[in-house]
C-alpha cells in the first residue's frame, strides 16, 4: 500500500470520529449556553486535555519547530512568558471570570463596564483577530493534509477548513471540547511516534543542540542566529501577553464547572505545556535544523519533511494525522468564539435586547451556527494568499488581542476605579496602535521590523487607560460591585 493510500486511510478514520462527535454533540443543543459554554458542566481533567489541545495548536508544531530551526535558542523564550501569561490568568482572572458566568469575552467587558459599545467593540476584535488566528491554522493544517493525502494545496486546506467548520457549526462548545480530547491523543500519539526515530538520527538531546550549533553558528545562544535584543524582548512580550490574554484560553474559564476547577486545571495545563515546548519545538527544531534544513522550500515544511524522512508510511500517516488535529483543536475553539460574538455579543446584547426585542433561542444558535460557517469560509479565502511564516501570522493576532484586552482586563478587575470610557478607548487605541504598526511591519519599513506591533499597541493602550480614567466617571455601582463586593480593589481604596 502507497503512503499517501495509509494516509487517505489513517485520517479517514479521524475523520469518521470528528464527524461521529459532532453529529452526537449536535443532538444535545437545546439553548446558547449548550453551544456556547456546553452547560458549564467540565471537571479538572477535562479541562486541562481541552485547554492543551488549544494550545498545542497546528502552528505551535509546524511553525515552532520551523521557528526554532530557523532561529535557534530564542525558541526557549515562551518557557517564561507562557508561565507568566498564565500566572496573570489565574490570579487574575479565573476565579471573578468564572463566577461571573459570562459566555465570551465581550460579556466581561459589557458587564464590568455596563457599556453596550465596549461589548459591541470586543466583539469585533475577537471576530477579527480569530480570522487572523484561523489563516495561519488553516495554512498549517493544508502543508499537513498536502504532504499527508498527496492533495494540492488550496484542496488540502478546503478539506480541512469543511471538517472542522461542520462540527463545530453541529455541536458547539460540546463537540468542541470532546473534539480537543480525541485531538489530545492524536498529536501525542504522533510526537511520541516520532521520538525514538528523531533521537536515533540526531543521537539524543545534546547532541542535536551542539550539531545544530555547528551548522548554524549562534543557534545556542540566547540571541539565537539573528536577533537583536530589543526584537527578542518585544518577542518574549507578545507571549507573556498571548497567554494572558489569548481569548480561547481565557473563554474556556466559562467552562469549568466552578471556579475551584479553573484554577487547578491552569497551573497543571501550565506544567504540562512547558514539557511538550522542550520537546515539541526546541529538540525538534534542533533535528530539523541538523537533518532535513537545507532541502526545504519553505521552513514551515520542517516538520512534515523530518518526519516522512525518518518514519514508515504506517507511522508516518499517524504522525500527521496527529498535527492536522493539533491545527483543528485551535480552530474549533476560534471559530465557536466568532459565533458567539455575532450572536450573543452583537445581535443579542448589541442590538435586541436593548430595544426590547425577544428572540428565541433557535434564532440564536441558527445566527451563530451561520456566523461560524461565515467566518470559516472567509478565513479559508484569506489563507490563500498569505505567505508569511505561520508562527508570524499567530503572533500579529496576538499583537491585536492582547492590545485591545491586555489593560482593560488586567485593570478592570483588578482597580475599580477603571472607567468604561478609559477601557473603551484604551481597546481601540491599543488595537488601532497595533494594526497600524503591523501594516508598516509587513511593507519592510525599516524602523517598524526592529520592534514587533504588540509594543506600541500595549504602550497606547496603558497611556489611554491610566490617562482618562481620573477625568472619567466610574461605571455604575452596581456593575461595579459583582466584581468588587467590598470597600476596597485590588489597587487600593475607590479614587
Not at 453529529?23 to 449556553?33: A, I, L, P
Not at 497567554?243 to 487547578?264: G, N
Amino acid at each position: 500500500m502507497s503512503a499517501h493510500a495509509v494516509g487517505y486511510a489513517v485520517f479517514s478514520l479521524y475523520l469518521l470520529a470528528m464527524v461521529g462527535i459532532g453529529y452526537r454533540s449536535g443532538k444535545q443543543q437545546q439553548s446558547s449556553e449548550d453551544l456556547w459554554v456546553a452547560g458549564r458542566r467540565f471537571g479538572t481533567a477535562v479541562m486541562v486535555m481541552g485547554l492543551m489541545a488549544s494550545i498545542m495548536h497546528g502552528g505551535s508544531i509546524l511553525s515552532g519547530v520551523a521557528f526554532a530551526a530557523a532561529f535557534g535558542g530564542i525558541a526557549i523564550l515562551p518557557f517564561l512568558s507562557f508561565s507568566l501569561g498564565f500566572l496573570v490568568i489565574l490570579v487574575f482572572f479565573a476565579k471573578k471570570l468564572r463566577d461571573m458566568k459570562a459566555f465570551t469575552i465581550s460579556d466581561f467587558m459589557g458587564e464590568r463596564f455596563a457599556s453596550p459599545p465596549l461589548r459591541a467593540w470586543s466583539a469585533v476584535v475577537v471576530a477579527l483577530s480569530s480570522i487572523v488566528y484561523l489563516i495561519a491554522q488553516i495554512r498549517g493544517m493544508g502543508l499537513v493534509l498536502e504532504s499527508l493525502l498527496g492533495l494540492p494545496p488550496v484542496a488540502a486546506m478546503a478539506l480541512g477548513t469543511a471538517l472542522f467548520v461542520f462540527y463545530v457549526a453541529l455541536g458547539g462548545m460540546l463537540a468542541v471540547i470532546w473534539t480537543n480530547i480525541a485531538q489530545f491523543a492524536f498529536m501525542w500519539l504522533g510526537l511520541l511516534i516520532l521520538l525514538p526515530a528523531v533521537v536515533t538520527a540526531t543521537g539524543g538531546f545534546t547532541a542535536a543542540l551542539e550539531r545544530a550549533e555547528a551548522l548554524a553558528p549562534g543557534w545556542t545562544s540566547v540571541l539565537g542566529t539573528k536577533w537583536s535584543w530589543g526584537y527578542l524582548l518585544s518577542w518574549w512580550l507578545v507571549w507573556f501577553v498571548a497567554y494572558a490574554t489569548r481569548i480561547e484560553l481565557v473563554t474556556k474559564v466559562f467552562i469549568a464547572k466552578d471556579s475551584k476547577v479553573a484554577r487547578y486545571a491552569l497551573p497543571t495545563t501550565c506544567l504540562l505545556v512547558m514539557i511538550f515546548l522542550l520537546y515539541g519545538n526546541l529538540y525538534l527544531g534542533a533535528a530539523a535544523r541538523v537533518l532535513v534544513w537545507d532541502g526545504l522550500s519553505t521552513p514551515d515544511q520542517a516538520f512534515p519533511a523530518m518526519v516522512r524522512q525518518l518514519l514508515g508510511p504506517t507511522a508516518t500517516a499517524i504522525a500527521l494525522t496527529g498535527i492536522a488535529s493539533a491545527a483543528m483543536s485551535t480552530t474549533d475553539s476560534l471559530l465557536l468564539l466568532s459565533g458567539a460574538a455575532v450572536a450573543h455579543d452583537l445581535l443579542r446584547k448589541g442590538y435586541f435586547e436593548p430595544r426590547g426585542i425577544v428572540k428565541g433561542e433557535g434564532y440564536y444558535l441558527r445566527a451563530s451556527r451561520l456566523a461560524i460557517v461565515s467566518v470559516g469560509a472567509l478565513s479559508f479565502l484569506l489563507a490563500l494568499r498569505t505567505p508569511e511564516l505561520i508562527l508570524a501570522i499567530v503572533s500579529y493576532a496576538v499583537a491585536l488581542i492582547g492590545a485591545a484586552f491586555f489593560f482593560p482586563l488586567l485593570l478592570g478587575l483588578g482597580w475599580r476605579r477603571t472607567s468604561p470610557m478609559a477601557a473603551l478607548a484604551s481597546s481601540i487605541l491599543g488595537f488601532l496602535a497595533a494594526l497600524g504598526w503591523t501594516a508598516l511591519s509587513l511593507s519592510k519599513v525599516a524602523w517598524a521590523t526592529a520592534v514587533h506591533p504588540i509594543v506600541p499597541g500595549l504602550l497606547v493602550g496603558l497611556l489611554a487607560i491610566l490617562g482618562l480614567t481620573p477625568l472619567t466617571p466610574q461605571a455604575p455601582a452596581d456593575a461595579v460591585r459583582k466584581f468588587f463586593p467590598g470597600p476596597e480593589g485590588a489597587m487600593g481604596k475607590e479614587a
